[in-house]
């Protein structure tokens, strides 16, 4: 690409002779080792029994469930009754004449 700088391959060797001078390799201790097996080997045999449940935890996952998807769509059915509803409202709603609503039980019309 573009933007990529290109380095001579020269100078790339030269910095890994530098770069190698300044790094050594280290030994890690004998005890560290061990408890970073010791560690990871906990880690294996603890992970395999958390995917385990036991039965009132399966049920408890299945009621959960099953309510949250009767909530879903009892919400969403309402939402499209709504909208339906407001839709058809709006397009036979007609303006009506101030004077025909009633005034302390009786209209404009009848005085």
Do not use: C
Not at 49 to 74: N, P, R, Y
Not at 101 to 110: E, K
């Amino acid at each position: 690409m573009g933007w990529e700088r290109s380095i001579p391959e020269q100078d790339i060797l030269r910095m890994e002779d530098y770069l190698s001078t300044l790094m050594h390799p280290v030994r890690p201790r004998d005890e560290f080792v061990r408890e970073l097996r010791k560690g990871l080997g906990e880690a294996e045999t603890g992970s395999s029994d958390k995917g385990d449940f036991g039965f009132l935890e399966k049920l408890f996952w299945v009621v959960a469930g099953f309510t949250s998807a009767i909530v879903l769509l009892t919400v969403g059915i309402r939402m499209i009754v709504n909208l339906v509803k407001g839709s058809t409202l709006r397009g036979r709603r007609r303006r009506k004449d101030i004077a025909s609503f009633p005034i302390s039980g009786r209209s404009i019309r009848d005085q």
